[in-house]
């Protein structure tokens, strides 16, 4: 891999290359909304897209055809609109079969209840937009059917996409049907909990042991996954959990690895009956021979991590035994997903435990078991940002600056992005090794990043340059920064409003330029002269140094000036200044 070379999605245009984190979620984001609009675009206009002139025509790599092509009132046409996703015409359209007397199947009808327990009794993204002017025009209906639910679904309402609305158009097929099989009560049961209803889930699936059937393992995963909304003390849910458990073994159903991964995120709302529980549910699937995934280990060191201290590192390193031996493939939708803010990713979650233990061989363990195989694919780019920005702070804290300094090569600008916190942690790495001739590089790549206007950067860094006195390369490769610097707090566009002096930052630049010799930009430049536009007091340190660089260079006109600046503001060290100036310069008559 180039080190030097930034994502492979941002190639194709040079001129799109990422400054930052910020432009690089940005582009990529452009990037998919702009695939996203040629989708809509094919969808909505279909009639555009169906010339094939493609020899030989190969199917796969032409458009979908989101027209029906069936006409009437037929199931057939039934059947193809419910492939289609279209789901107001698929409801309509089985409205007309049953007004006509006409017979609908089980199959089919079981299918239409998939068709909308997936969406919600809502529309599929193909037909929102067509139905979004309809919804403008009736603003009094929505409102009536969203307030009605509120009260009775408020427990439940644990789905982040559309509410099951009560008496739907799924829960009115359901009572219509005139016989119903298995299949019919887990589709409803699996789209009430999917979209909030968790209460009602419940009692279907009473109404499913009623009627003697067996439910399928998809349907019981997701009742476990509904537990936490079910009941509220945390013993409770465990004893609902095991319920559902002890009805899968009555009814011979083989639990997967969904099972168990829906079982420890219901423990993870359980508190201490969670940590007590889930290694038994770990050993369990040990037992029957069923590997974990990701979100198999992501659950469990939440489980243990949330509100405990973190006083060892022995069940990261347990998780970590297994995950470095292995190559990991997708199995589950928590697999690499982030659904809220605390269900952070296994890669980033572990990342995070490193370094609050500040564990530098668990980080290093964790990264060798990150690029192993193709598990580097479970962290998109804003999770990749996060986790080796992670890693890298840890680094800077624990490690040798060289080290430092290599991880920061290879990995800056092609696999992150460094954020402002990873510049200081570099440049404290950079002090605490002694290496601060490497600043004028960093001080690039903060340009190049767009940090150049952060005010405790430009602090931290000035404040480095200057601490004390290096060789004479070294100072004019700090002079030139200081006068970077100087010219950002001087910028005067009108996008950007300038940035205000502090006493320390103009100091610091003073001492810069008079260490170089530049007397004339500490001088001339209005360095020296800005303390008294500002109204801030230069230190002795500073005074004394450009008094030092007048002296080399002989310049006794800005020895007075200085003096005068010194009386000027009324400091303590204006007689010790002028004693010196009429020690060291030789001043003329009119001078003196």
């Known amino acids: 891999q180039d080190p030097t070379a930034a994502h492979y999605m941002f190639q194709d245009d040079p001129f799109l290359m990422p400054r930052n984190a910020a432009t690089s979620r940005l582009f990529s984001l452009s990037k998919e909304s702009g695939r996203n609009a040629a989708k809509f675009i094919i969808k909505q206009f279909p009639q555009y897209f169906d010339k094939t002139f493609a020899e030989p025509n190969i199917p796969c790599l032409m458009p979908e055809t989101f027209t029906p092509q069936i006409e009437g009132v037929s199931e057939e046409a039934l059947k193809e609109r419910i492939h289609l996703r279209r789901v107001k015409d698929s409801v309509d359209l089985f409205d007309q079969l049953i007004q006509a007397g006409t017979p609908v199947s089980l199959e089919t009808t079981n299918s239409l209840l998939d068709l909308l327990c997936f969406y919600g009794d809502d529309e599929s993204t193909t037909e929102k937009e067509e139905e979004g002017k309809e919804d403008l025009e009736e603003p009094e209906v929505n409102a009536s059917e969203q307030k009605?639910?509120?009260?009775q679904f408020q427990r439940g309402s644990q789905s982040s996409g559309s509410r099951w609305r009560e008496n739907n158009n799924a829960e009115r097929i359901f009572k219509i049907m005139p016989e119903r099989n298995a299949h019919s009560y887990c589709t409803m049961i699996r789209g009430m909990v999917k979209h909030g209803a968790s209460a009602k889930a419940y009692d279907v699936y009473v109404d499913l042991?009623?009627?003697?059937?067996?439910?399928?393992?998809?349907?019981?995963?997701?009742?476990?996954?509904?537990?936490?909304?079910?009941?509220?003390?945390f013993s409770e849910r465990w004893e609902l959990a095991k319920v559902f458990l002890n009805h899968m073994a009555q009814q011979e159903v083989q639990p997967n690895l969904l099972t168990f991964n829906a079982l420890l995120k219901t423990l993870r709302k359980c508190g201490g009956v969670g940590r007590s529980v889930s290694l038994l549910v770990i050993k369990e699937m040990e037992a029957l021979d069923i590997e974990p995934s990701l979100a198999t280990y992501d659950h469990l060191l939440f489980i243990f991590y949330r509100g405990v201290g973190l006083s060892s590192s022995g069940i990261i390193s347990e998780v970590l035994d297994d995950v470095e031996k292995r190559s990991f493939t997708a199995q589950d939708p928590d697999d690499g997903m982030d659904f809220n803010i605390s269900d952070s990713l296994h890669c980033l979650s572990l990342g995070e435990k490193c370094c609050d233990l500040k564990d530098i061989k668990l980080a290093y363990r964790l990264n060798k078991a990150m690029e192993k195989g193709d598990n580097w694919k479970f962290l998109d780019m804003d999770r990749s940002n996060a986790y080796w920005s992670k890693f890298f702070s840890l680094l800077c804290m624990m490690e040798q600056i060289d080290v430092v300094l290599k991880w920061y090569k290879e990995t800056s600008a092609s696999l992150f992005y460094p954020t402002p916190k990873n510049i200081l942690d570099l440049l404290q790495a950079l002090d605490?090794?002694?290496?601060?001739?490497?600043?004028?590089?960093?001080?690039?790549?903060?340009?190049?990043?767009?940090?150049?206007?952060?005010?405790?950067?430009?602090?931290?860094?000035?404040?480095?340059?200057?601490?004390?006195?290096?060789?004479?390369?070294?100072?004019?490769?700090?002079?030139?920064?200081?006068?970077?610097?100087?010219?950002?707090?001087?910028?005067?566009?009108?996008?950007q409003a300038p940035l205000q002096w502090t006493g320390?930052?103009?100091?610091?630049?003073?001492?810069?330029?008079?260490?170089?010799?530049?007397?004339?930009?500490?001088?001339?430049?209005?360095?020296?002269?800005?303390?008294?536009?500002?109204?801030?007091?230069?230190?002795?340190?500073v005074m004394d140094e450009f008094l030092n660089c007048a002296k080399q260079t002989n310049s006794s006109d800005e020895a007075i000036k200085l003096v005068k600046l010194a009386a000027s503001l009324g400091l303590p060290s204006s007689q010790r200044l002028k004693s010196r100036t009429e020690k060291e310069f030789e001043l003329s008559e009119k001078q003196k």
Not at 148 to 151: E, F, L, Q
Not at 211 to 233: C, G, M, Q, S
Not at 516 to 527: E, I, L, S
Request: some cysteine; glycine content about 4%; overall charge negative.
């Open 148 to 151: 009605a639910p509120k009260r």
């Open 432 to 495: 605490a090794g002694n290496h601060l001739e490497v600043i004028p590089s960093v001080w690039e790549d903060i340009k190049q990043l767009g940090f150049n206007r952060r005010q405790d950067l430009l602090e931290e860094l000035l404040s480095l340059m200057s601490r004390e006195q290096h060789p004479e390369e070294i100072q004019l490769a700090f002079a030139k920064c200081a006068e970077d610097i100087k010219a950002v707090h001087e910028q005067s566009g009108w996008e």
């Open 209 to 233: 042991l009623n009627e003697r059937h067996k439910a399928d393992v998809h349907t019981f995963n997701a009742l476990i996954t509904a537990v936490p909304y079910l009941k509220e003390r």
């Open 504 to 541: 320390s930052a103009l100091g610091h630049v003073a001492l810069l330029f008079s260490r170089a010799g530049r007397t004339q930009d500490a001088w001339y430049v209005n360095v020296m002269e800005r303390f008294q536009q500002i109204n801030r007091i230069p230190t002795d340190q």
